[in-house]
């Protein structure tokens, strides 16, 4: 079949237009990097020394080894990794191991299991894996981010900014141009610190080494904090720790030592039947003029299908109910899927540089996403309990007061009382509510599917057309 029948054939469906959406964006990010000689998808992974690239780099494969020089970002991908050579840009790194000897002029962001710094990086390290070494050449511009097994600093290595690390242990011999904030089992200090450490930490012994073992973790230090001879810390030391470790505190900090016990919890202090019925009080009113408010609205605005909802419910309750059901897990299985696609569109037009179209589609597509997300939550939370309460208040209208030909919007509005005083009933009424939700929100679903099958089977007649509920 040509291209130019495709008149009779059936739209694709939501997946495969995604997918050529997904397709068309990668088109155009690499007819739009063609020139920069960068997008390199290089089995060897290896760029020799002398050799320049003034662009992004992306390279994937086992064993890397960068030696020229990289003008822009770099990303990398493999089990080996080294970079010798400088970086311009940020380096991202996913790999088992990295060894970076040359400097990066951005930050870097790794994970895996062990990086071992021997370079300047003029930004901040993010990391997260089982250990961070920086060595004596280790110069960090910024600040030091890890969550892993431990990081070490040794003498000679500096961080100007401030070291934040959660993990077993800690072991800082280096320099750090302002604060420490840490929360190990173990934590050793050893250099010049230039602000406070703050230190959560467990006690002496509490475990002689980590629970499980992996290849290429490093040298595990006892639990407990160490603040030995060397150490310089200028501003104040304050440790959270389940015992006092005065005795392991080799020097004394500028600022002085503060420590702290654990915060236990604390039991929530009981609440009288007085203030409990008053707020259980302030919660029904509060619910009754939000429903009693939007019910308004509804019948002024929309009368014809809150009564064609109530009518659903009545003909099809345990089908609406099911539907309901198997709607909303559609529901945010489909916006799942469209926040995934939104963000990965979002990502591949920054990543090649295109950030001003991928701020357009940003804006526009998580607004429209937000919108659609908002319009489901408030058909479920308030529709289907308005259409609920209708058919409620409806049926007493109809059993007490077979003659009454007043206005129709009374029943509404009784309806809503009696839901409002079956919310407030512990567990009862979160039961009830959440299967009326899902029985109003199944009947709206299935509304829908009678008015595509009416679409296609041709326009309705006039015995079909819904009635009006609440004129005067």
Not at 276 to 301: D, E, H, K, M, Y
Request: charged share 15%; proline share 5%; net charge negative.
């Amino acid at each position: 079949m040509t291209k130019n029948s495709t008149t009779q054939r059936k739209r694709p469906s939501l997946w495969k237009r995604l997918a050529a959406i997904l397709g068309l964006v990668c088109l155009i990010s690499l007819s739009v990097a063609r020139t920069a000689q960068a997008v390199e998808f290089d089995e060897d992974g290896v760029i020799p020394a002398g050799e320049v690239i003034d662009d992004d780099v992306f390279i994937s494969t086992g064993t890397i080894l960068i030696d020229g020089t990289v003008n822009g970002d770099l990303f990398l991908n493999g089990a080996t990794v080294t970079v010798n050579g400088p970086v311009q840009g940020n380096l991202i790194v996913s790999g088992s191991t990295l060894v970076l000897n040359g400097p990066v002029g951005g930050s870097l962001i790794f994970t895996g299991q062990t990086a071992t710094i021997n370079a300047k990086v003029e930004g901040s390290i993010y990391a997260m894996g089982m250990a961070v070494d920086l060595g004596e050449a280790a110069v960090v511009g910024n600040n030091l981010y890890f969550v892993g097994f431990g990081i070490s600093t040794e003498n000679g290595s500096q961080v100007e900014r401030d070291v934040l690390m959660t993990g077993y242990q800690a072991v800082l011999h280096g320099e750090t141009g302002r604060h420490v904030q840490v929360d190990v089992s173990a934590l050793e200090l050893g250099g010049v610190i230039g602000g406070d450490v703050n230190a959560i930490v467990s006690k002496p012994d509490q475990q002689s080494m980590p629970p499980m073992a992996f290849p290429n973790m490093p040298t595990f230090i006892p639990a407990g904090l160490r603040v030995l001879e060397s150490a310089d810390i200028q501003g104040k030391l304050t440790y959270t720790s389940p015992v006092e470790q005065a005795e392991a505190i080799a020097s004394q900090p500028a600022g002085g030592i503060e420590y702290r016990l654990p915060e236990t919890t604390q039991k929530t202090p009981q609440v009288s039947f007085t203030v409990q019925f008053g707020n259980w009080i302030a919660g029904r009113i509060r619910s009754l003029v939000t429903l009693l408010v939007l019910g308004s609205l509804i019948a002024w605005l929309l009368p014809a299908p809150l009564q064609m909802t109530a009518d659903k419910i009545k003909r099809k309750p345990l089908q609406s109910l099911g539907g309901g059901l198997l709607a909303f897990i559609a529901a945010i299985v489909i916006a799942s899927a469209l926040l995934f696609t939104l963000l990965l569109v979002w990502l591949l037009l920054s990543v090649v540089t295109l950030s001003e179209l991928s701020q357009v589609i940003a804006g526009i597509g998580f607004g429209v996403w937000g919108l659609g997300a908002t319009i489901i939550w408030a058909l479920i939370v308030f529709g289907s309990i308005l259409a609920v309460s209708y058919l409620v208040g409806d049926w007493l209208f109809r059993r007490f007061s077979p003659a009454y030909a007043g206005p129709k919007y009374w029943p509404l509005i009784v309806g809503i009382f009696i839901f409002v005083a079956i919310q407030g009933i512990p567990c009862l009424g979160l039961i009830l509510h959440i299967i009326l939700a899902f029985m109003g929100f199944g009947a709206m679903v299935l509304l829908v599917n009678d008015w595509r099958v009416r679409r296609r089977s041709g326009p309705p007649t006039l015995d079909e057309a819904p009635p009006a509920i609440f004129e005067g």
